[in-house]
T-cell receptor
Framework: AQSVTQLDSHVSVSEGTPVLLRCNYSSSYSPSLFWYVQHPNKGLQLLLKYTSAATLVKGINGFEAEFKKSETSFHLTKPSAHMSDAAEYFCVVTPDNYGGSQGNLIFGKGTKLSVKP | SQTIHQWPATLVQPVGSPLSLECTVEGTSNPNLYWYRQAAGRGLQLLFYSVGIGQISSEVPQNLSASRPQDRQFILSSKKLLLSDSGFYLC??????????FGSGTRLTVV
């Protein structure tokens, strides 16, 4: 069975410092992995996706994530936090390489990122 | 370009009242359409998905139903709302096979 664990429900950083949001997954298949961001009362926006190509994935707004199969991890990082990064972040896994056309996305419970001035 | 519209943005309904949330997609044809719910403090849960007009699959048995009367229209309904139906509802679409785009969501509060 597939599952996603976001290790921190809340992360707080100061503006200009690095961001690390942790995600571990389990999947019986070669997974596709995604990070989504959700700003308050808004829909989800795709930050980046891993689909068995390069293990280091670069996304929008300076975010990147590294797929580590040996650690079953897909942590999200950013070198320098900005106030506008404050939002909730979701790690998502789907067990096939085609984005799960039947909708079998599995979401983590989310990590709320706070950015202090 | 493709866009997805979802409304209303917020809704407060009494227990036992009916519900209708609408989602439409523009700029594409024959998309896969989905309804997700995000309950407070929990991740997103897939409720329904549709691969074509009139074709609805339910992932979780519950008080809700979905319909797809047109290719780019997806409706989430309930005949009688429960308190546990409160949450944030997201519509999403994907082309046949890969990639998801989510709507802006509807925050439903059942009182």
């Amino acid at each position: 069975a597939q599952s996603v664990t976001q290790l921190d429900s809340h992360v707080s950083v100061s503006e200009g410092t690095p961001v690390l949001l942790r995600c571990n997954y389990s999947s019986s298949y070669s997974p596709s992995l995604f990070w989504y961001v959700q700003h308050p009362n808004k829909g989800l926006q795709l930050l980046l996706k891993y689909t068995s190509a390069a293990t280091l994935v670069k996304g929008i707004n300076g975010f990147e994530a590294e797929f580590k199969k040996s650690e079953t991890s897909f942590h999200l990082t950013k070198p320098s936090a900005h106030m506008s990064d404050a939002a909730e972040y979701f790690c998502v896994v789907t067990p096939d390489n085609y984005g799960g056309s039947q909708g079998n996305l599995i979401f983590g419970k989310g990590t709320k990122l706070s950015v202090k001035p | 370009s493709q866009t997805i519209h979802q409304w209303p943005a917020t809704l407060v309904q009494p227990v036992g009242s009916p519900l209708s949330l609408e989602c439409t997609v523009e700029g594409t044809s024959n998309p896969n359409l989905y309804w997700y719910r995000q309950a407070a403090g929990r991740g997103l849960q897939l409720l329904f998905y549709s691969v074509g007009i009139g074709q609805i699959s339910s992932e979780v048995p519950q008080n809700l139903s979905a319909s797809r009367p047109q290719d780019r229209q997806f409706i989430l309904s309930s005949k009688k709302l429960l308190l546990s139906d409160s949450g944030f509802y997201l519509c999403a679409w994907s082309p046949q096979g890969y990639g998801y785009t989510f709507g802006s969501g509807t925050r439903l509060t059942v009182v």
